[in-house]
């Protein structure tokens, strides 16, 4: 069971907001204690970042849905590490730890002594991930930045959202934090990566994670097309810029996605579509000829799709081995069966806030008994975990 490879190991998370909360909930969902470092005025920035709240029968307590995302498996601690107290309360956990993150910007936590040289003078075998918009060094290195800065300055936006000749155009977001998603994904990879390389060294080591690294990084396939092209990809809406057809559609009654992945496939969609001629025509025979023809190729297929119901096109995708899918509330998502049997929607009870709906970690898929204890609330255990330590 893959959810208790971290148990015994202690991670301090200095971390707020997203990318590093994400990557610290992944360390506690495998096993490890958490020890969640807060303010004690405010907390984590993203307690208030709602509505929506959770809120307690009482009204004693509450939490925002969106610190509940990222925060399940933790404990919470109050320190003011600029009170000379609480610094050296923070230093004595540090000794205890395995693994430190966090996400101040360059040089704050060295004014501390609280920086990677200066906690392994302490703590040799500690691994210490540090995690910022550009990095801990270079001509931006002293910048703040969140997420949304970093879809742009990364590239993401420039080629997603409509095309410039169409209605809406221009650049777009993704509709949640995907750059600070997956740096939280990079950052546990690397600490778990960095662990790893401990076991047979003996010693802990420094992690420097940008997330416009990130977000250049995660360009993929489209940093590919430009560098082997020498052009930058343009905004496409909804279809991909190397496959087609491979994009949203709407039936008479909705919308769903239609991803034909090979010239076979399309041919046995044209058949089903009873537009064999599609098929034969030079313009569309290949992958290659759909992508250079895509504005020829959208109309003709979207006038046919729309003249019948989704579940009329979806019946007859599957019988063909045509990969699908519609295009979902979030209602809808954890109305479904297959996400219902992956156990994607779990609860955490909470002595005050009741039930707490958190999704599951995919990681964790089909493993039984796993902990699953409920995002803490402010300083929730700061007595617990500092009643060793004299006043």
Request: proline share 5%.
């Amino acid at each position: 069971m893959i959810g208790k490879a971290l148990e015994g190991m202690r991670v301090l998370d200095l971390s707020r907001i997203l990318a590093g909360p994400w990557c610290t909930q992944n360390l506690a969902d495998l096993g490890a204690e958490v020890i969640k470092i807060e303010r004690p005025q405010g907390g984590d920035d993203t307690r208030g970042w709602g509505p929506p709240y959770l809120q307690s029968d009482d009204g004693s307590a509450q939490m925002s849905a969106y610190f509940s995302c990222c925060n399940r498996n933790k404990k919470s601690v109050c320190l003011d590490f600029q009170s000379e107290q609480d610094r050296e309360r923070l230093l004595e956990l540090a000794r205890t730890a395995d693994v430190l993150v966090e996400n101040y910007r360059v040089g704050t936590l060295a004014r501390y002594g609280l920086d990677y040289d200066s906690l392994k003078a302490i703590n040799p075998k500690l691994v210490y991930a540090s995690i910022t918009g550009y990095g801990q060094s270079g001509p931006k290195a002293q910048r703040p930045g969140y997420d949304y800065i970093f879809q742009g300055l990364g590239g993401l936006m420039s080629y997603t959202g409509r095309a410039d000749d169409e209605p809406g155009a221009g650049p777009l977001r993704t509709g949640v934090a995907v750059v600070d998603i997956t740096t939280g994904m990079y950052a546990t990879s690397a600490i778990l990566a960095a662990l790893f390389q401990r076991e047979r060294t003996g010693v802990g080591t420094y992690l420097d994670l940008a997330l416009l690294d990130v977000a250049v990084a995660m360009n993929a396939n489209q940093a590919a097309n430009f560098l082997v092209s020498g052009s930058s990809p343009q905004r496409s809406g909804n279809a991909h810029p190397n496959l087609a057809p491979y994009e949203v559609f709407q039936a008479a009654d909705g919308y769903f996605i239609l991803a034909v992945g090979n010239d076979t496939q399309f041919g046995k969609f044209c058949q089903l579509c009873d537009r064999p001629e599609l098929a034969n025509d030079e313009r569309f025979a290949t992958n290659t000829g759909r992508i250079n023809n895509l504005k020829a190729l959208r109309p003709l297929l979207a006038e046919t799709l729309a003249e019948q119901p989704r579940q009329y096109w979806t019946d007859r995708l599957d019988e063909a081995g045509i990969s699908w899918g519609a295009v979902n509330t979030l209602e809808e998502v954890f109305d479904d069966e297959q996400v219902q049997h992956r156990n994607m929607l779990r609860y955490a009870e909470h002595e005050k806030l009741g039930k707490i709906p958190v999704v599951g970690n995919p990681m964790l898929a089909g493993e039984k008994g796993i902990r699953l204890s409920p995002p803490p609330l402010l300083g929730e255990h700061t007595d617990e975990l500092l009643k060793n330590f004299n006043d």
